[in-house]
């Protein structure tokens, strides 16, 4: 799993909003250094990175809404809910097949065939769930939702 980085130059005496000005888009820019790694989707360990380096960002957004006009904080989080949402079905397929793989090597000297199929399968679901997470990132790009959510935070601070 991928560390926070420090973030520098705050300060305790610093106004709130000029804190959350470095805060959130250093953790942002966590969450969408995964991106291209998750949208490959040959590491599902960039996949994990982006779904906790997005967890943060909603995290320190929802604890400091107060400090955004209520209607457009609401825009945004929903956005960003939707995309942690997107990325926790694919982790969630990743989880439970690393699961399966691993049930099946305690069982290695028994019939595996019913644990072949149903990892398929789930490999098969994973990689719809991926594909719509996909279109999804690509949606957002096109949308210039990371200029859009850096854009939000200046504006709104």
Same mark, same amino acid.
């Given at each position: 799993?991928?560390?926070?980085?420090?973030?520098? %130059?705050?300060?305790?005496?610093?106004?709130?909003?000029?804190?959350?000005?470095? &805060?959130?888009?250093?953790?942002? %820019?966590?969450?969408?250094?995964?991106?291209?790694?998750?949208? =490959?989707? @040959? +590491?599902?360990? !960039?996949?994990?990175?982006?779904?906790?380096? @997005?967890?943060?960002?909603? !995290?320190?957004?929802?604890?400091?809404?107060?400090?955004?006009?209520?209607?457009?904080?609401?825009?945004?989080?929903?956005?960003?809910?939707?995309? &942690?949402? @997107?990325? %926790?079905?694919?982790?969630?397929? +990743?989880?439970?097949? +690393?699961?399966?793989?691993?049930?099946?090597?305690?069982?290695?000297?028994?019939?595996?065939?019913?644990?072949?199929?149903?990892?398929?399968?789930?490999? !098969?679901?994973?990689?719809?769930?991926?594909?719509?997470?996909?279109?999804?990132?690509?949606?957002?790009?096109?949308?210039?939702?990371?200029?859009?959510?850096?854009?939000?935070?200046? =504006?709104?601070?």
């Amino acid at each position: 799993m991928a560390k926070a980085k420090k973030i520098h %130059g705050l300060e305790p005496d610093k106004p709130l909003a000029e804190c959350l000005k470095v &805060i959130l888009p250093v953790r942002f %820019g966590e969450m969408t250094e995964h991106e291209q790694g998750t949208l =490959e989707g @040959s +590491d599902i360990e !960039a996949l994990h990175d982006m779904r906790v380096a @997005s967890r943060r960002v909603q !995290a320190v957004f929802k604890m400091f809404r107060q400090v955004f006009p209520k209607k457009k904080f609401k825009a945004e989080y929903n956005e960003l809910r939707m995309l &942690i949402r @997107s990325l %926790g079905e694919v982790r969630d397929y +990743d989880v439970f097949i +690393d699961k399966l793989q691993k049930l099946k090597r305690d069982v290695a000297d028994k019939d595996t065939r019913a644990f072949d199929l149903l990892i398929i399968r789930k490999k !098969a679901e994973r990689e719809e769930k991926r594909k719509l997470l996909v279109n999804h990132i690509n949606q957002l790009n096109k949308a210039g939702y990371k200029e859009h959510f850096l854009n939000f935070v200046n =504006e709104n601070l």
